[in-house]
């Protein structure tokens, strides 16, 4: 079974904390993803990333930074959290010649 | 930027047939996948498109116009377990960058 794993279901974090989120796949996958997901607003990209080391923004980075050290691991960085990140963190992967992107099942972050 | 375009809700009966939307931009644009949400899950893969046409798996079958830069999915024969939120979500930038719609959430009557 392809997997997707983040290591935290829920979490709840201070105001003005460093916050890290982490994503590992086993599916050998070059793309790697991170969106947050608000409702009504549908699932908005973070950062994603081709390759180790490589990442590029996406819609809403501002806040955000990331890390790809290894291949099967794609790290989600809140330099200070805030309230209005207060979100259901998704990651996801999808190899680069394929179609179907895989999730994990989603951080749901509060920050008080 | 990129952005996609699709009702936020549709209703329908049990046993209908039901279409959703999707309209995208086409600055970098790769191809248009469907993907299914149901409450406290994780979206999962329904189908994808890159050429022109209607591409059918079961139940569900999806289209694309690139000229038209639009697509939907079309869902036959609803079921109860049909009722979920839908995503389109359009591949960019040789297939390395995935924009996701805001999701259209699927109501279905008895």
């Known amino acids: 079974d392809v997997k997707v794993t983040q290591s935290s279901r829920y979490l709840v974090k201070r105001t003005g904390e460093k916050v890290f989120l982490e994503c590992v796949q086993d599916m050998d996958h070059e793309n790697m993803f991170w969106y947050r997901q608000d409702p009504g607003l549908g699932l908005r990209l973070i950062y994603f990333?081709?390759?180790?080391?490589?990442?590029e923004k996406g819609d809403i980075p501002e806040g955000y930074s990331v890390s790809r050290e290894k291949k099967e691991r794609f790290s989600l960085i809140l330099e200070s959290a805030s309230t209005n990140q207060t979100s259901m963190y998704l990651c996801a992967s999808i190899g680069g010649s394929n179609t179907e992107a895989f999730f994990g099942q989603g951080t749901r972050l509060t920050v008080v | 930027g990129q952005s996609l375009e699709q009702p936020s809700e549709v209703t329908a009966v049990e046993g209908a047939i039901v279409q959703i939307n999707c309209t995208y931009q086409?600055?970098?644009?790769?191809?248009l996948s469907w993907y299914q949400q149901h409450d406290g899950g994780a979206p999962t893969f329904l189908s994808y498109n890159a050429l022109d046409g209607l591409e059918e798996t079961g139940r569900f079958s999806s289209f694309l116009s690139r000229s038209d830069s639009y697509g939907y999915l079309l869902l036959q024969e609803l079921q109860m377990k049909d009722s979920a939120s839908y995503f389109c979500?359009?591949?960019?930038?040789?297939?390395?960058?995935?924009?996701f719609g805001s999701g259209t959430r699927l109501s279905i009557r008895p």
């Open positions: 979500a359009a591949r960019y930038s040789s297939a390395s960058k995935i924009i």
């Open positions: 990333s081709y390759d180790v080391k490589m990442k």
């Open positions: 086409t600055s970098g644009f790769y191809g």
